[in-house]
C-alpha cells in the first residue's frame, strides 16, 4: 500500500524543506537526497503520460514537482511544474483553482480536473511548488533567503520591493 508513483520516498526531502528551509545544502547529515534523486527521476519519467502524477494532485502532480526541485532536477522540475500549471487550468469554469486530481487522455491530449476545487492540501501543495520556483525562504523571518530555481529554458526571474 502506498501512494502512485512511489511518493512514500520523496516524502523525507519534502519535509526537511519545511522543518529546515529551501537551502538543503547545508544539510548535517547524509539526508534523503540520496534517495529522492532517483526516486523522483523515475517516478517522474515512468509516469503515464510522463511527469504526470494528476490522478493527486497535492499528493500526487506537487510531490513530483517538489522532489524535482529540491533535488536541482530542472529539467524534470520544468515538466512537473508545466503539468501542475496545465492541470489547474479550466477555461469554462475558476480558471485557475487546484483540482483534486486530473484525468490525462494522453492520446487524445485533453485533461479534465476531478474531485473538489480548491481542496486545502491540494492547493497548499501548489503553493509549496511555487514558493521554491520563486525561491523565498522565509522559514526563519530574520533570516529570509532568496533563492530562486529557474526552470530549463527560463532566462531570467526578477523582485521588486520585496521587504527584506
Not at 520544468?78 to 477555461?91: I, Q
Amino acid at each position: 500500500m502506498g501512494w502512485p508513483h512511489q511518493m512514500a520516498a520523496m516524502a523525507a526531502i519534502m519535509a526537511l524543506a519545511d522543518r529546515i528551509g529551501f537551502d538543503l545544502s547545508g544539510e548535517i547529515r547524509p539526508g534523503p537526497r540520496p534517495i529522492a534523486r532517483p526516486t523522483g527521476a523515475r517516478s517522474a519519467s515512468s509516469a503515464f503520460p510522463a511527469y504526470s502524477a494528476g490522478a493527486g494532485d497535492g499528493y500526487g502532480q506537487s510531490f513530483l514537482a517538489e522532489c524535482s526541485l529540491l533535488t536541482d532536477e530542472m529539467g524534470d522540475a520544468k515538466r512537473c511544474v508545466e503539468n501542475l500549471a496545465k492541470y489547474a487550468y479550466s477555461p469554462l469554469y475558476m480558471p485557475y483553482i487546484t483540482p483534486e486530481g486530473c484525468e490525462v487522455d494522453a492520446r487524445r491530449g485533453c485533461w479534465h480536473r476531478t474531485g473538489d476545487l480548491g481542496n486545502g492540501v491540494q492547493e497548499g501543495e501548489s503553493v509549496k511548488v511555487l514558493r521554491l520556483v520563486l525561491g523565498v525562504d522565509d522559514l526563519t523571518a530574520a533570516h529570509t533567503k532568496l533563492m530562486p530555481r529557474m526552470l530549463s529554458g527560463w532566462t531570467e526571474m526578477s523582485t521588486e520591493g520585496y521587504p527584506c
